[in-house]
């Protein structure tokens, strides 16, 4: 005869539903995020994922069981608010400071990453009232000698990420890296002021921008460190005919997280101007970064960056072909172009003859004026 199996004590049963309560409280709670809008999916989610990287030993393993996800830690950067931050960041460095507070402030700074304030056309800290001033700070007339025998030089000081020839429509953001012409440039609009031929469906997007027979497309990617001088410059003789403006995020563009984030450059704001040198087409990028919301065009009035609101993948044109002027603007090497808030990164993509050579080395400090590549 078997024996019955022995049923658990009251004290057993009333442990069980102890220990089984907080899993049906989750579940429940799960169950609510699940039917959430995706931005108060993501808000209820980050305190959860923060504490899942922060915490040692999988401390928050066990709520794998019951169907928690943590979020990856692309996902999770991408949802801070960084246009947010970028934007309290913009007030907050056009705050005038106080006269005693200037010095220690702007020392700390100059300490923190390597400002070569000698080269500043006022070195006078005190003459700054504020971060952003002294972020767009002059240079000395001397300072930065344009070079004047090769066709392409530095717009800007800063770090050569990568260059050399596109190949697949496809660039590269870093080594191993690539993200896509077309996406970073936007479609290319059938209209007469445009540099390039219109859009064709049995052309690939490289061929799209290449107008000469002969000639191959080019690209170079210099990253800008907070410590450089945050104006660029006209890297050759050219006519700007056309501007585009992404609107978008603001993510760091540091060389470590282009790394990290696949088509990082895509993603973030950033202002793409088009027009013609000797030797074709010939395109220079502003990308934003964090903290680095506010991009400057001198010659361009209508251009406001990180603006509150956006929609996301959206864009905005600006030609500067028009009828009293059929040409766009004329801009030597070497010229006043722009300038950043902070540092970020500026993209060159032009076409050239098979012949170009660049003079660089990648991972190369370069100051602006100095040669990129020449004929």
């Not at 460095?93 to 702007?106: A, F, I, K, T």
């Not at 290449?210 to 410590?227: D, K, S, W």
């Not at 973030?268 to 030797?279: F, I």
């Amino acid at each position: 005869m078997c024996q019955s199996e022995k049923q658990p004590g009251p004290e057993l049963q009333a442990a069980a539903k102890w220990l089984y309560f907080p899993q049906l409280a989750l579940r429940r709670r799960l169950g609510q995020l699940s039917c959430m809008s995706r931005p108060a999916l993501k808000l209820r989610s980050w305190p959860l994922t923060i504490l899942h990287y922060l915490l040692p030993f999988r401390a928050l393993g066990p709520l794998s069981q019951v169907g928690w996800r943590p979020m990856s830690r692309v996902s999770l950067y991408k949802s801070v608010p960084t246009r947010l931050l970028s934007r309290a960041c913009g007030r907050l460095n056009q705050v005038e400071l106080p006269y005693w507070l200037r010095r220690p402030v702007y020392s700390l700074y100059i300490w923190t990453f390597g400002v070569n304030m000698t080269e500043a056309a006022v070195e006078d800290l005190h003459h700054y009232r504020n971060l952003s001033e002294f972020f767009r700070r002059k240079l000395k007339p001397q300072a930065r000698p344009v070079c004047g025998l090769h066709c392409v030089t530095s717009p800007s000081d800063g770090k050569i990420l990568t260059f050399g020839q596109v190949k697949n429509s496809e660039v590269e953001q870093v080594k191993g890296v690539t993200y896509s012409l077309e996406s970073f440039l936007g479609p290319r609009a059938n209209t007469e002021d445009l540099p390039f031929p219109p859009a064709s469906s049995s052309d690939s997007f490289r061929n799209q921008l290449v107008t000469r027979e002969g000639n191959e497309l080019y690209h170079c990617v210099i990253y800008l460190a907070p410590g450089d001088y945050h104006c660029f410059h006209s890297p050759t003789d050219w006519t700007i005919s056309h501007r585009r403006h992404f609107p978008g995020s603001l993510m760091s563009v540091n060389p470590g997280m282009a790394r990290w984030i696949k088509e990082l450059f895509c993603h973030n704001e950033r202002v793409v101007l088009t027009g013609d040198w000797k030797h074709g087409f010939f395109s220079l990028t502003a990308v934003g970064a964090t903290n680095v919301g506010s991009i400057r065009i001198h010659f361009d009035r209508d251009l406001h960056t990180n603006s509150p609101r956006y929609s996301k993948g959206s864009y905005n044109d600006l030609s500067f072909v028009t009828h009293a002027n059929k040409e766009g603007i004329p801009m030597r090497k070497g010229e006043p172009l722009g300038e950043f808030n902070l540092g970020s990164t500026i993209v060159l993509i032009f076409e050239a003859p098979k012949d170009f050579n660049f003079r660089l080395k990648a991972g190369q400090k370069i100051r602006f004026g100095e040669a990129l590549g020449s004929l």
